[in-house]
């Protein structure tokens, strides 16, 4: 059973940077792909970034490449967003998600990842 647990937001300054956790339950860690997602009010989900299993291959959405970055850590089951040089467009609530990884590119889509967080609230003001 994958558990995933985000933490981290808050609320912060236009400018400002934050760094999101997330804590993975479960035997199969170091065998997914992890990835980021957002929502903000009235909008649907959208992807933010991913990370390969091994931590060797990292995929961004264009609005948030060069301000945040993905990173993890496999010893401590925690994959982790860095996000800097925010933006009150960045104000959303952001998901951790995971996927047994595959072969081929990193998944940007939600549908292909089964486990998700309950997310945690990323507020920046203006």
């Known amino acids: 059973q994958v558990q995933l647990v985000e933490s981290g937001g808050g609320l912060v300054q236009a400018g400002g940077s934050l760094r999101l956790s997330c804590a993975f339950s479960g035997r199969t860690f170091s065998m997914s792909t992890m990835a980021w997602f957002r929502q903000a009010p009235g909008k649907e989900r959208e992807f933010v970034a991913a990370?390969?299993?091994?931590?060797?291959?990292?995929d961004y959405a264009d609005s948030v490449k060069g301000r945040f970055t993905i990173s993890r850590d496999n010893a401590k089951n925690t994959v982790y967003l860095q996000m800097s040089s925010l933006k009150p467009e960045d104000t959303a609530r952001y998901y951790c998600a995971a996927a047994l990884a595959r072969g081929g590119g990193l998944p940007v889509t939600e549908g292909w990842y089964p486990h998700w967080g309950q997310g945690t609230q990323v507020t920046v003001s203006s």
């Open positions: 990370i390969g299993w091994s931590g060797r291959s990292t």
